[in-house]
């Protein structure tokens, strides 16, 4: 019980942690110190989807599962879960390079308008 339990966990924190990397730049905004956990998290996110990368969350959670009495999966966490409900087709690597040019792109428009309005005379510059 406990294990499945904490591979829920694990799904939980993986789904959380996949759109703190695409919208976390929005909360940025306004606490511009979460940049500094926010970029790094980003810059993994679209390494993973632009190279194929494994994440580790995934291994653990299908451990968790094992040991839980459950069944692994074989896929990734996006393909797992995610790509059922927003693609049902399934995952391509096109698919997974245009999703991390899409993260790439939204979060450079919002670090760029941040990155403006810090160097504009007079502009905000208190930390969040």
């Known amino acids: ?15 959380v942690f996949i759109v703190f990397v695409l919208f976390g730049g929005l909360l940025a ?3 511009k110190r ?14 993973n989807e632009l190279f194929g990368l494994w994440c580790p969350l995934t291994p653990l959670e299908n451990w968790l599962r094992e040991n839980g009495g459950g069944a ?8 797992h879960y995610i790509m059922p409900i927003v693609y049902p087709a399934g995952l391509t690597r ?5 999703m991390g040019s899409v993260v790439v792109v939204m979060n ?7 990155v403006r309005r810090a160097l504009r005379p007079g502009g905000r510059r208190a930390a969040g």
């Open 94 to 98: 096109e698919l997974q390079i245009i």
């Open 108 to 114: 450079g428009v919002i670090y760029g308008v941040l």
């Open 29 to 31: 905004c306004q606490w």
């Open 34 to 47: 979460l940049a500094w956990v926010h970029l790094p998290s980003t810059v993994w996110g679209v390494l």
């Open 1 to 15: 019980m406990l294990y499945r339990l904490l591979a829920d966990f694990v799904v939980l924190f993986h789904f």
């Open 72 to 79: 692994r999966y074989q896929t990734g966490f996006i393909e």
